[in-house]
């Protein structure tokens, strides 16, 4: 379904599945899937938690293939958070904060990319957001900052995201020193991961704060060789508190990470936010900034750059039946 807006449109191409969970007490659990799931692995995995009682699995882990389970863990939860009439962050551990700091978002747009970019950061600054994460490319990024903040003002902090084509550390720390003067939140992968030597060496170098987007094992060695300042993390809802729960005990502050999700996932990252102490980084959550429509009945209320965490019962939030309808390519198909 195609429902980005100012998203790469890429990312529309690849296709996501709604899951709507039926209970024989009329209760329903939605879900959203990754981007890019085989159509036959859900329907492979579906049948593996029919008949069983929601309240009784083990929330932390569906026993289900890695990347169904993160639908089906929206499902279980929505169902469990209805059925006991509290919202998801409570089954999470309880809340931190109610209300989630979070970014704009935009991609590189190739040709006129500072102009392009600084007009997507006005519109956020209009709408509350004070910080903007971007797609970087090394040849264009200082002068799309400083196209940002004559745009949106000097406020509008920038997470600059290369996704490792600075390359070097000697790049990096070049474009960091020509940066220093804008509002710069961090350098989110700025050289290849792998190395981990090379984060070190640049935060000995440059004033900028260091992020790596990782997940698992890849956090404890970051830890480990102290490469990183902040980490964008993510997973399942558990998944994301455990990771997060290893940087806490590093004193790292995290942020969750997105595949510019749509609004059921998004409000799984709301809550899990919500429930994970050091989530104090702006989450890569934007409601329906980026995307024409994301299958809400009501988007995820974000208001000067936080988003609010639902307090009814389950997600806290409905499908939009009408829209997905409307966005939905070929046929629904259901698991008896």
């Given at each position: 379904?195609?429902?980005?807006?100012?998203?790469?449109?890429?990312?529309a191409?690849?296709?996501?599945?709604i899951?709507?969970?039926?209970?024989?007490?009329?209760?329903?659990?939605?879900?959203?899937?990754?981007?890019?799931?085989?159509?036959?692995?859900?329907?492979?995995?579906?049948?593996?938690?029919?008949?069983?009682?929601p309240?009784?699995?083990?929330l932390?882990?569906?026993?289900?293939?890695?990347?169904?389970?993160t639908?089906?863990?929206h499902?279980?939860?929505?169902?469990?958070?209805?059925a006991?009439?509290?919202?998801?962050?409570k089954l999470?551990?309880?809340?931190?904060?109610?209300?989630?700091?979070v970014?704009?978002?935009?991609?590189?747009?190739g040709?006129?990319?500072?102009?392009?970019?600084?007009?997507i950061?006005?519109?956020?600054?209009?709408?509350?957001?004070?910080?903007?994460?971007?797609?970087?490319?090394?040849?264009?990024?200082?002068?799309?900052?400083?196209?940002i903040?004559?745009?949106a003002?000097?406020?509008?902090?920038?997470?600059v995201?290369?996704?490792?084509?600075f390359?070097?550390?000697?790049?990096?720390?070049?474009l960091?020193?020509?940066?220093?003067?804008?509002n710069?939140?961090?350098f989110?992968?700025?050289?290849?991961?792998?190395?981990?030597?090379w984060?070190?060496?640049?935060?000995?170098?440059?004033?900028?704060?260091?992020?790596?987007?990782?997940?698992?094992?890849?956090?404890?060695?970051?830890?480990?060789e102290?490469?990183?300042?902040?980490?964008?993390?993510?997973?399942?809802?558990?998944e994301?508190?455990?990771?997060?729960?290893?940087?806490?005990?590093?004193?790292i502050p995290?942020?969750?990470?997105?595949?510019?999700?749509?609004?059921?996932?998004?409000?799984?990252y709301?809550?899990?936010?919500?429930?994970?102490?050091?989530?104090?980084?702006?989450?890569?959550?934007?409601?329906?900034?980026?995307?024409?429509?994301?299958l809400?009945?009501?988007?995820?209320?974000?208001?000067?750059?936080?988003?609010?965490?639902?307090?009814?019962?389950?997600l806290?939030?409905?499908?939009?039946?009408?829209?997905?309808?409307?966005y939905?390519?070929?046929?629904?198909?259901?698991?008896a």
């Open positions: 379904m195609d429902v980005l807006n100012r998203g790469e449109n890429a990312l191409s690849i296709p996501k599945f899951v709507q969970v039926y209970t024989d007490e009329g209760i329903v659990g939605i879900g959203e899937t990754p981007r890019g799931i085989p159509e036959e692995h859900m329907q492979n995995a579906a049948p593996l938690l029919l008949g069983k009682n309240l009784e699995v083990n932390q882990n569906l026993g289900l293939p890695h990347g169904m389970d639908a089906f863990e499902v279980v939860h929505d169902i469990v958070g209805k006991l009439k509290i919202p998801v962050y999470l551990g309880g809340a931190y904060r109610s209300d989630i700091p970014s704009a978002w935009s991609p590189h747009h040709e006129g990319n500072p102009e392009k970019t600084a007009a950061a006005k519109l956020a600054a209009e709408r509350g957001f004070n910080v903007i994460k971007l797609k970087a490319r090394p040849w264009d990024i200082v002068e799309t900052a400083q196209a903040e004559e745009a003002g000097s406020d509008m902090g920038i997470v995201d290369p996704n490792t084509v390359g070097l550390p000697s790049v990096a720390v070049k960091a020193r020509k940066l220093e003067k804008h710069i939140v961090c989110e992968d700025p050289v290849p991961k792998e190395n981990l030597k984060y070190v060496l640049m935060r000995r170098k440059i004033d900028i704060p260091l992020a790596l987007h990782i997940f698992g094992a890849d956090i404890i060695n970051a830890v480990k102290e490469a990183c300042d902040y980490i964008n993390t993510g997973g399942t809802m558990h994301f508190k455990k990771y997060a729960g290893i940087s806490e005990v590093a004193g995290v942020w969750h990470g997105s595949g510019v999700d749509l609004g059921i996932m998004e409000a799984s709301v809550h899990a936010c919500a429930a994970t102490r050091n989530a104090t980084l702006t989450s890569d959550i934007f409601s329906e900034f980026c995307r024409v429509d994301d809400l009945a009501e988007p995820i209320k974000i208001k000067n750059g936080f988003a609010k965490v639902p307090q009814k019962p389950g806290g939030v409905e499908l939009d039946e009408k829209a997905l309808r409307r939905q390519a070929g046929k629904t198909r259901v698991v």
